[in-house]
C-alpha cells in the first residue's frame, strides 16, 4: 500500500473534532481584556479593512514564533506541517468543503486572485482560450483583483467586462438584472466568457452580493469557471461553499475570523484541472498541489495560518460560537446605521438584510463630498481631529440619471461602518457627532484640505 502524503492531510488528525462550547460565556469586560491593545481613545469602526485580533490568539501566535526562533528546524520538521493540516481541516469544516484537498492557506484574497488568473492568463498565452474572449466581473471588484486581471489576463489577450451594479441598492433582483445584461454583452460576437469574478460582499461600497443566485445563472449561460471573491465573507456571512457552487471561493481570515494578518483560505473545487493551480511564489514543493505549495513558500512567519484552532476556542467562547458573533455585528451595524441616518438626515445604502456586519450610511449633503480626493481628505479630518476612523465612499452620479436626496440636496458621500465584538455605543457616537459639528460649523469638504 502507498504511504500518505502526511502534508496534504493523510494519516495525521484524523477527523477534526470541533470544539466544544464553553459552559460560561464571554463576558463584555473580557472582551475590552482581549481588545486592550487597541488605541484607547480611537472610535474603530473600520474592522472591515483590516481586521482585529484578540490578545489570546496574539499570545498564541507569540507562543508559535518562539518555537520557531529557539529551533527552527525542530519546528520545520515536526510542527509546521502538521500545524498547517490542522488548520485547514478546520476550515474544511467551517466552509462545508468535501475533502481537506480542496483548502489551501494563503497571505491573502490577492494572492488567491493571482494564483486564479495566473492560470486563466496562461491559457490566454497557449493559446486554449480566443484572443479577445472575456472575463467578467463587477466594477465596484477590489482594485487588487483588477490589477491582476490586467498583469495576468489583458496583456495576455483577453479581454474584461464590468457589471455595473446600482448604488444605493434596493433589491437583490436589481443586481441579477445587471447581472445577465452583463454577460449577454460579454458573449457578443462570438467571444466566450471564460471566467466570472464574484464578489460575495463587496468593499466599498459594501453590499451583499446574491452570490448562489449569480452562480447558478453562470452555470446556465455555460461561463466555464467562476471565481468568488469573498475577502469580508468568513466570520461575516454564512459560508457554505458547496451551496454556493462555485469552481473557487477565498476569503480572509484576520478580517472577520480575528486572526492575525496575513492569512485568508483559497477553496478550489476538486477536478481535472485543479491540479494546474500553482502558487504564484515557486518553492521546492512546486508540483505537489496548491495546499502543499501554499505551505512552504521559503522561510517566513508561518504563525497567522497556525493559531486557526486558538482563534476556534475564541469564537466558541461567545453564545452560539460564530454564527452568534454574526447575528450580534449585523444586528448592531444596523441599529448604528439606523442611529447615524436619523441624526443625518440621510439613508442607507442597502436593506438591512444586504447588510453583513458593514453598512452604508449616507453622509449631509451639505459636505459638499465631490470627488475621492475629497473623500480621503475627510476621512483624514476625522482621524487626525476626532480620532474617528471610519472609510468614506464617493458616489459618482451616472449621467441623467438623478441619486437620493435629504433636506438640502444629492447625497454624494457614504461612511462604511463596521461592527465587530470590541464595538460600542460611543464609538458611533463618536461619529455621529463629528458630522454633525461640521455640519454646523458650515463645513465642506474643500475648507478641510487648509486644515
Not at 13 to 26: N, Y
Not at 243 to 261: Q, R, T
Not at 299 to 309: A, I, K, N
Amino acid at each position: 500500500m502507498q504511504h500518505e502524503d502526511p502534508r496534504n492531510g493523510e494519516s495525521v488528525h484524523r477527523g477534526s473534532k470541533k470544539s466544544k462550547l464553553s459552559s460560561k460565556f464571554i463576558t463584555e469586560s473580557d472582551i475590552r481584556d482581549e481588545f486592550s491593545h487597541h488605541h484607547p481613545s480611537v472610535a474603530r469602526i473600520n474592522n472591515g479593512s483590516f481586521g482585529s485580533c484578540p490578545g489570546s490568539v496574539l499570545t498564541a501566535q507569540r507562543h508559535l514564533q518562539m518555537q520557531f526562533l529557539r529551533q527552527p528546524d525542530a519546528f520545520y520538521f515536526n510542527t509546521l506541517r502538521d500545524g498547517i493540516t490542522a488548520s485547514r481541516k478546520i476550515i474544511k469544516d467551517l466552509i462545508n468543503a468535501d475533502h481537506v484537498d480542496e483548502v489551501s492557506l494563503v497571505d491573502n484574497a490577492t494572492t488567491a486572485a493571482a494564483i486564479v488568473l495566473q492560470r486563466i492568463g496562461r491559457s490566454f498565452a497557449e493559446g486554449k482560450f480566443q484572443k479577445n474572449d472575456t472575463v467578467l466581473m463587477l466594477h465596484c471588484a477590489f482594485q487588487a483583483v483588477k490589477k491582476s486581471i490586467q498583469a495576468y489576463v489583458t496583456r495576455a489577450g483577453g479581454s474584461v467586462i464590468e457589471v455595473r451594479l446600482p448604488f444605493p441598492v434596493n433589491s437583490e433582483e436589481e443586481i441579477i438584472s445587471e447581472f445577465k445584461k452583463s454577460i449577454e454583452e460579454g458573449k457578443s460576437n462570438g467571444r466566450k466568457i471564460r471566467l466570472a469574478i464574484i464578489d460575495h460582499i463587496t468593499s466599498m461600497p459594501s453590499v451583499v452580493i446574491p452570490v448562489k443566485e449569480l452562480v447558478r445563472i453562470c452555470r446556465e449561460e455555460g461561463i466555464e469557471q467562476v471565481f468568488v471573491d469573498a475577502a469580508h465573507a468568513i466570520g461575516s456571512v454564512k459560508v457554505d461553499v458547496k451551496e454556493v457552487g462555485a469552481d473557487f471561493y477565498v476569503s480572509n481570515l484576520h478580517k472577520w475570523f480575528f486572526c492575525p494578518p496575513s492569512v485568508a483560505f483559497l477553496y478550489c473545487k476538486k477536478s481535472a484541472s485543479s491540479s494546474d493551480l500553482h502558487h504564484p511564489v515557486v518553492s521546492h514543493e512546486y508540483g505537489n498541489g496548491l495546499p502543499i505549495e501554499s505551505a512552504w513558500i521559503g522561510t517566513r512567519d508561518y504563525s497567522s495560518q497556525l493559531v486557526v484552532p486558538a482563534v476556534l476556542e475564541f469564537v466558541n467562547r461567545f453564545e452560539g460560537g460564530i454564527d452568534g458573533i454574526m447575528k450580534r455585528n449585523h444586528d448592531e451595524v444596523v441599529k448604528m446605521g439606523k442611529m447615524l441616518a436619523e441624526s443625518w438626515g440621510t439613508n442607507l445604502g442597502s436593506p438591512p438584510e444586504m447588510s453583513p456586519a458593514m453598512i452604508m450610511v449616507g453622509l449631509p449633503s451639505r459636505m459638499c463630498l465631490n470627488s475621492e480626493e475629497d473623500a480621503v481628505t475627510l476621512r483624514s479630518h476625522l482621524r487626525d481631529h476626532y480620532d474617528v476612523e471610519v472609510p468614506i465612499f464617493h458616489q459618482v452620479s451616472k449621467d441623467g440619471e438623478e441619486g437620493v436626496r435629504d433636506k438640502d440636496g444629492f447625497i454624494t458621500g457614504y461612511v462604511r461602518i463596521s461592527h465587530q465584538v470590541y464595538n460600542t455605543l460611543e464609538d458611533y457616537e463618536k461619529l455621529r457627532d463629528a458630522i454633525n459639528q461640521l455640519v454646523e460649523d458650515g463645513k465642506t469638504c474643500k475648507m478641510l484640505y487648509k486644515e
